[in-house]
């Protein structure tokens, strides 16, 4: 039979995004990792005030102002900036620029899933590297696998480990391919690799407001890399990958840096008291440089854990893949929602 789709659409799975259920709906949420607090007031304001006549237009292809806030907040350049619709936009132009069959995708396993179906859609060929129990970064085999793009989520999911700057800087100095730093959860973590970007022509450090800052409906992350970097990936991009609304909302949220840090600090603070509670009740866990937790029940009944929950009304991630099935994937809600998910644990372990 005929099919309509080219040979590695037909065979791949498909990314399968984690449940996500209408807003309003009595549930809580802590199975994909946002923000337990709302967006900057600054931000909501700005969505509020908002002049028809952008809409009207389009919007600028650049998110100019967007880079504005960024380069002041980080201190780097604006040409050192690319935009995104998400940080999955820039993931998905950093493949389609660089990978084919012959210019491999590699990374470590377990990691952000996206990695793998974006390099099946383009095709290109993946090579997955496992960690291993402890997490330490598979240097030689990463090295080895030469890659034309590399990926390494810093702080990592579903792990929350971080890859320390000199391991990556080590890696960076090794490779020639570009080396992706993909920093999803960096406003809860303790470290950040951005100034390798300076050192290394061919390291980007990919960003997104969806996690730290509370605004993963508004579709809005960033690169940051040498302009020589970019130079190629602003051709692959759709002319106006930025809408104006999200430009202008996340502008103000870029801006209230002091909003964002004093959220992450109460995730964080809940985070310490979250992992307490599930030691407590025997899970085993690993540190966390992120707002989740990847908890290993003593029972090892993840799955039937993650169902129990979910009738009462609970929602955390399970992931079917190897090295995983035994864990649970628990974001960092509020200590009200925590409490509750402690209390629902205590009749199920
Ligand atoms: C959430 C997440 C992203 C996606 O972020 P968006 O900006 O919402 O597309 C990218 N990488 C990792 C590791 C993530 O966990």
Redesign the pocket.
């Known amino acids: 039979m005929t099919s309509y789709f080219r040979p590695n659409i037909n065979t791949m799975a498909g990314y399968v995004p984690g449940e996500q259920p209408k807003p309003g709906t009595k549930i809580i949420k802590l199975n994909t990792?946002e923000n337990p607090y709302p967006p900057s007031p600054a931000a909501i304001a700005v969505l509020r005030n908002l002049d028809s006549e952008w809409l009207r237009r389009y919007p600028d292809p650049y998110a100019n102002d967007f880079r504005r806030a960024v380069s002041e907040v980080l201190d780097v350049p604006t040409d050192w900036i690319m935009v995104g619709n998400?940080?999955?936009?820039i993931?998905n132009v950093i493949i389609r620029a660089c990978a084919e069959i012959g210019r491999k995708v590699v990374y470590p396993m377990p990691?952000?899933v996206?990695y793998r179906t974006l390099a099946e859609i383009q095709p290109a060929e993946r090579i997955e590297i496992p960690y291993g129990e402890k997490y330490h970064l598979p240097m030689e085999e990463l090295v080895a696998a030469n890659g034309a793009v590399t990926f390494i989520?810093s702080p990592?999911?579903p792990s929350g480990h971080v890859v320390p700057i000199d391991t990556l800087r080590e890696l960076a100095s090794r490779l020639s391919g570009i080396l992706v730093v993909?920093e999803?959860?960096v406003d809860f973590a303790n470290e950040t690799a951005l100034p390798l970007v300076k050192e290394f022509e061919q390291v980007i450090v990919?960003r997104?407001?969806?996690?730290g800052y509370a605004l993963?409906g508004l579709?809005?992350?960033f690169g940051i890399a040498n302009p020589k970097l970019l130079s190629g990936l602003f051709k692959v991009k759709d002319s106006y990958n930025i809408d104006a609304i999200a430009c202008a909302v996340g502008t103000a949220a870029m801006r209230d840096q002091d909003y964002k840090n004093a959220c992450a600090e109460k995730v964080k603070a809940s985070r310490a008291t979250l992992m307490g509670d599930l030691k407590q009740l025997g899970f085993q866990i690993r540190d966390s440089q992120t707002n989740f937790l990847l908890a290993q029940p003593p029972q090892n009944n993840a799955e039937q854990i993650y169902l129990a929950l979910k009738e009462r009304g609970i929602l955390v991630r399970y992931f079917n893949q190897p090295g995983l099935t035994d864990k649970l994937r628990i974001t960092v809600g509020t200590d009200e929602q925590n409490q509750m998910l402690i209390e629902a644990l205590l009749h199920l372990v």
């Open positions: 990792n998400g940080s999955d936009d993931l990691t952000y996206l989520a990592n999911s993909d999803a959860y990919v997104t407001l969806s996690k993963a579709r809005l992350g």
